[in-house]
């Protein structure tokens, strides 16, 4: 198997090499930095999974390219661009840089729920989607499967900045919208709407601690293996006594530890407050716990 792929000119990348490029044409990311064999590569074919995310709502064909930025290099954008609205214009800088030629997404299997990671839930929708446009692509995707487009900041942003067109999108092939389909249960970070210097400065600790949902480790599943205080970008977590502890002073609510915990062993918890106000409905269209159908 390995001697057709070589003669076929394919072969598995373990560059992890990495380069900083400029780029002016940026919304937010001046400067990205991006693994080499992506900026070498004659092409880019986009392959993302369907799924849920509990920071951006949905994770597709955009969200995707953001494994473009090496290892824990991403931990750094993470602090670095510290709100829902700047991380997801990062996103789309990091999206209209590489420029995928193609982009195929697998929703065979999807993820919904709390996802990324282990605690979202699996479930079937038995569908392959391409498109030469990433961004189509994920509206797409969004409305097989319920998620209203204007509720994930990708796409939100991307059609104020006149890259796509929500309703100028013709979907050939299969029309099925899947119902039930869940969106994460965690409110995300309402402070990143706040712009005023005196008034975020202000409001931005208080909305940060009672409106967004806190990483707490699991004590009986955690087995301090350290993966989240690797992945934390803010060194807010140390290990004690073999159990991962988060200083809240410091977390930032990006959810690299729940993400990538191998244990799932880190929980999003959100204050009484929080869980009221996303009952409500008055949290806003990027933060309700459910979809309307």
Not at 38 to 63: C, M, Q, R, W
Not at 124 to 148: E, F, P, Y
Not at 270 to 284: A, C, E, K
Request: proline share 6%; hydrophobic share 40%; charged share 20%.
């Amino acid at each position: 198997m390995e001697d057709v792929a070589e003669r076929r000119g394919a072969r598995l990348n373990f560059d992890t090499s990495v380069s900083e490029v400029p780029y002016p044409e940026a919304s937010v990311a001046k400067r990205l930095e991006i693994i080499r064999p992506a900026l070498e590569a004659d092409l880019v074919i986009n392959v993302p999974k369907l799924k849920t995310h509990v920071y951006t709502t949905f994770s597709g064909a955009v969200k995707n390219l953001f494994g473009l930025v090496p290892g824990y290099t991403k931990a750094g954008y993470h602090a670095k661009f510290n709100n829902l609205i700047y991380f997801s214009k990062m996103l789309l800088d990091i999206f209209n840089f590489v420029r995928p030629a193609l982009n195929v997404m697998d929703g065979v299997v999807a993820l919904e729920g709390d996802g990324p990671g282990w605690h979202g839930h699996p479930r079937k929708v038995g569908v392959v989607m391409a498109s030469l446009d990433g961004l189509a692509l994920d509206v797409a995707a969004c409305r097989l499967v319920g998620i209203h487009p204007e509720r994930v900041p990708t796409l939100e942003i991307a059609r104020e900045q006149g890259l796509v067109d929500f309703e100028g999108i013709e979907i050939k092939g299969c029309q099925e919208k899947f119902v039930g389909f869940k969106m994460p249960s965690v409110c995300r970070d309402p402070a990143g709407y706040v712009q005023s210097g005196f008034f975020r400065s202000f409001v931005h600790p208080v909305l940060i601690s009672m409106l967004t949902a806190r990483p707490v480790p699991i004590e009986d599943r955690c087995s301090g293996c350290g993966t989240c205080l690797s992945a934390c970008p803010r060194g807010a977590i140390e290990v004690r006594g073999g159990v991962a502890v988060v200083d809240h002073d410091l977390c930032i609510r990006c959810y690299c530890c729940h993400e990538l915990c191998p244990y799932a062993a880190i929980d999003l918890r959100t204050s009484w407050l929080g869980r009221l106000l996303r009952r409500t409905g008055v949290m806003g269209r990027w933060s309700r716990g459910e979809i309307s159908q």
